[in-house]
T-cell receptor, first 114, second 117 residues
Framework: DQQVKQNSPSLSVQEGRISILNCDYTNSMFDYFLWYKKYPAEGPTFLISISSIKDKNEDGRFTVFLNKSAKHLSLHIVPSQPGDSAVYFC?????????????FGTGTQLKVEL | EPEVTQTPSHQVTQMGQEVILRCVPISNHLYFYWYRQILGQKVEFLVSFYNNEISEKSEIFDDQFSVERPDGSNFTLKIRSTKLEDSAMYFCASVGSESGGSTDTQYFGPGTRLTVL
């Protein structure tokens, strides 16, 4: 079951540059997409989200872009900072009867180097 | 800032034993979830819970699993007879919205690492 895919298991970026993390999905019923950041031995921390009625959402250094026709979303972090080094998970949910479950991707390990 | 808490942080048990993982969701939140992450794999949905009943469960959530909200604050996951393959990080999450709609953000706890020997 690969409804949400993150094809890059790792990404290395220099401090101050842009980090671009990608995510693809197959289920056209998904209508809400989230990015979570996770440090080792901690739970996923919510970062930013986007509804399917939008194609862009920005929050400080973080911007999420959604291309519904391509079933693709991306997270841009600019400028990247060493503290951004973590695993980033893309997640998606769809309208069901309530209590909507999240379907996660496999994650991308981001390393921001000095 | 309110947060989801989980206890214990690490649980070691023998195969066949029962374990109870505990979560305290954010106060006033209405929807509760359990997810798990086997080492090296993605986070997987187990179950969602609302109004004192299960609203959805995955194929993983078989008869060995149960959830309960025994009082106004705790939310527990019980595994009746643990198997080696139950070893994973278990995460609790909660949502505050009355509708629990798909556009509501789920907030996660720090997780419980379950090791089954």
């Amino acid at each position: 079951d690969q409804q949400v895919k993150q094809n890059s298991p790792s990404l290395s970026v220099q401090e101050g540059r842009i980090s671009i993390l990608n995510c693809d999905y197959t289920n056209s019923m998904f209508d809400y997409f989230l990015w979570y950041k996770k440090y080792p031995a901690e739970g996923p921390t919510f970062l930013i989200s986007i509804s399917s009625i939008k194609d862009k959402n920005e929050d400080g250094r973080f911007t999420v872009f959604l291309n519904k026709s391509a079933k693709h979303l991306s997270l841009h972090i600019v400028p990247s900072q060493p503290g951004d080094s973590a695993v980033y998970f893309c997640a998606a949910s769809a309208i069901t009867g309530g209590g909507n479950k999240l379907t996660f991707g496999t994650g991308t390990q981001l390393k921001v180097e000095l | 800032e309110p947060e989801v808490t989980q206890t214990p942080s690490h649980q070691v048990t023998q195969m066949g034993q029962e374990v109870i993982l505990r979560c305290v969701p954010i106060s006033n939140h209405l929807y509760f979830y359990w997810y798990r992450q086997i080492l090296g794999q993605k986070v997987e949905f187990l179950v969602s819970f609302y109004n004192n009943e299960i609203s959805e469960k995955s194929e993983i959530f078989d008869d060995q699993f149960s959830v309960e909200r025994p009082d106004g604050s705790n939310f527990t996951l019980k595994i009746r007879s643990t198997k080696l393959e139950d070893s994973a990080m278990y995460f609790c999450a909660s949502v505050g919205s009355e509708s629990g709609g798909s556009t509501d953000t789920q907030y996660f706890g720090p997780g419980t690492r379950l090791t089954v020997l």
